[in-house]
């Protein structure tokens, strides 16, 4: 192991919040990068000494799903950091099948965020809502460790980003990360201007083509009202787990489209690695810690303050 990610998953399981799945005494840690060791019998798709990512699962490679290009739901696929013993630790054992190998010019502290955060944020804008050049896309949550390079993504695919956001110390650097504008919402929905009225005067009254909801239940009233006609909500986070009322026939009049998106493919984790080999998109790491200062990265993440994605760094 070289570094690993320090993500929203971790802390809900480290807050005993998130327990289904998850075994006692887990290693946590699925967003990982590092360097190969060793290899398992009859392995040659890689060899010791090469720099790797990974994917979120370690997966068979063979079933119909990994043939399909849809290998974040392999059929015998365990969740890295879940189901499997993670990257919070020196070593890590993974599937070859789930390594993909880093483009020259990536450093491997930042390349543990190739998979997620990017690459699941890409995933869900070009694959699953097939995010088209001028579209205008909203950002939920936009200021998280998703949010903020669901924003940067989006820009980077042409799209016209309105991120929406809780923390006011975090606008400067949405802009600089592409968004259009940003839309600020009160951290309690019951108060302040209803963010779905600036949403829809910056857009003429149009709403959004595309929206990538990072928040869920929290914010979900607000967040459907601002979809345009024919638009696409795409679901990528719920932070609390609670059920939403949802009018049907409004769902129908709108000609919307409600798509769940998670993970990422092993086509996409290749493809955005090489923009950022490219410079065209950047893992944005707001702190770089030693694997030992796990607690003061869970104190970090839990004050919000963070921009980008936490870092634990093991060598």
Request: hydrophobic content about 45%; some cysteine.
């Amino acid at each position: 192991m070289a570094a690993c990610g320090f993500c929203h998953h971790d802390l809900l399981v480290m807050a005993g919040v998130l327990r289904r799945g998850v075994p006692y005494g887990a290693v946590l840690g699925h967003e990982i990068s590092g360097t190969v060791e060793a290899l398992g019998e009859g392995v040659t798709t890689v060899q010791p000494g090469q720099a790797v990512v990974s994917l979120l699962t370690s997966i068979c490679g063979r079933c119909d799903r990994c043939r399909q290009g849809r290998e974040h739901r392999c059929r015998a696929g365990q969740g890295i950091g879940h189901g499997r013993a993670g990257g919070f630790a020196e070593y890590v054992s993974v599937s070859a099948a789930s390594l993909v190998l880093l483009p020259p010019g990536l450093d491997l502290t930042t390349a543990c965020l190739l998979a997620c955060p990017m690459g699941v944020a890409f995933q869900a804008l070009e694959s699953v809502a097939q995010v088209m050049p001028g579209e205008t896309v909203l950002v939920t949550g936009a200021g998280g460790g998703l949010g903020s390079h669901t924003v940067q993504a989006a820009a980077t695919l042409g799209a016209r980003v309105l991120a929406v956001t809780s923390s006011p110390a975090k606008v400067p650097r949405l802009k600089a990360l592409g968004a259009w504008e940003t839309v600020e919402v009160s951290q309690n929905p019951d108060e302040g201007l209803d963010f779905s009225e600036v949403v829809l005067a910056l857009t003429g009254d149009e709403g959004a083509d595309v929206i990538i909801d990072t928040v869920g239940s929290p914010l979900f009233p607000s967040t459907w009202r601002c979809l345009g006609q024919y638009g696409r909500l795409a679901l990528l986070g719920e932070v609390t787990g609670q059920p939403v009322a949802l009018d049907l026939a409004e769902a129908i009049f709108r000609d919307a489209r409600i798509l769940g998106s998670s993970g990422v493919s092993r086509a996409t984790l290749e493809r955005v690695a090489e923009l950022a080999a490219q410079g065209r998109l950047t893992p944005l790491v707001s702190h770089a810690l030693p694997l030992e200062a796990a607690q003061e990265a869970f104190a970090l993440l839990s004050s919000r303050s963070v921009l980008g994605r936490l870092v634990l760094t093991v060598q």
